[in-house]
């Protein structure tokens, strides 16, 4: 079965603070791991992605670090803001056989207070 | 202009009826799928399709069924519904070498 395990479930961080949302996964075939934002009665949007051969993206206030060996990821939100509150999910792609199915971890939601 | 975009948003109905909810793409991809959230919001894909091939997850009951009249267009039939069907159901897309997906705005579904 392929897995992608999300911590912590939910996370209250004050405004300006840097939330951290932690991915691990199992199955080193995986190629692409982006990360999605869902605000309530929406559905999820990309947020960032990144590829297992870089060890760092960021696009504005959003970082994912990867560590290959460990099989490990996470997003960083740098400046927390309110409007920043939602849920995250992480998820990893497996191509073969045709598929490119996104495998999601089971969610985490943010608050961010002012 | 939406660019994934699903009707209706809500649907309400009762146990043993059949219903359908739709999907259109207007992004020219690939590849579409549906995925099903339940209330701990978990996103589980259901189905993915493209021109060549439908790929089912196998944990999903023969009473879904996937219906595709053109690329643009992936529509999900249900039959026999149950209360365990309840949830909001998720149509997306995706250009497959890119890998990003593009989700729709979902569809509440209600069994009573």
């Known amino acids: 079965q392929q897995q992608v395990k999300q911590s912590p479930q939910s996370l209250i961080v004050q405004k300006g603070g840097i939330p951290i949302i932690n991915c691990a996964y199992e199955?080193?075939?995986?190629?692409?791991f982006p990360w999605y934002q869902q605000f309530p009665g929406k559905g999820p949007a990309l947020l960032i992605a990144?590829?297992?051969?870089?060890s760092e993206k960021k696009e504005g206030r959003f970082t994912i670090s990867f560590n290959k060996s460990a099989k490990q990821f996470s997003l960083h939100i740098m400046d927390s803001q309110p409007g920043d509150s939602a849920t995250y999910f992480c998820a990893a792609r497996y191509s073969g056989a045709g598929s490119y199915q996104l495998t999601f971890g089971k969610g985490t939601k943010l608050s961010v207070i002012p | 202009d939406t660019a994934v975009s699903q009707t209706p948003k809500y649907l309400v109905t009762q146990m043993g009826n059949d219903k359908s909810i739709k999907c259109e793409q207007n992004?020219?991809?690939?590849?579409m799928y549906w995925y099903k959230q339940d209330s701990k919001k978990f996103l589980k894909i259901m189905f993915s399709y493209n021109n060549k091939e439908l790929i089912i997850n196998e944990t999903v009951p023969n009473r879904f069924s996937p219906k595709s009249p053109d690329k643009a267009h992936l529509n999900l039939h249900i039959n026999s519904l149950e209360l365990g069907d309840s949830a909001v159901y998720f149509c997306?897309?995706?250009?497959?070498?890119?890998?990003?997906?593009?989700f729709g705005s979902g569809t509440r579904l209600t069994v009573v």
């Open positions: 992004l020219g991809h690939d590849t």
């Open positions: 997306a897309s995706s250009q497959d070498v890119r890998g990003g997906y593009t």
């Open positions: 199955n080193t075939a995986f190629d692409y």
């Open positions: 990144i590829r297992p051969d870089v």
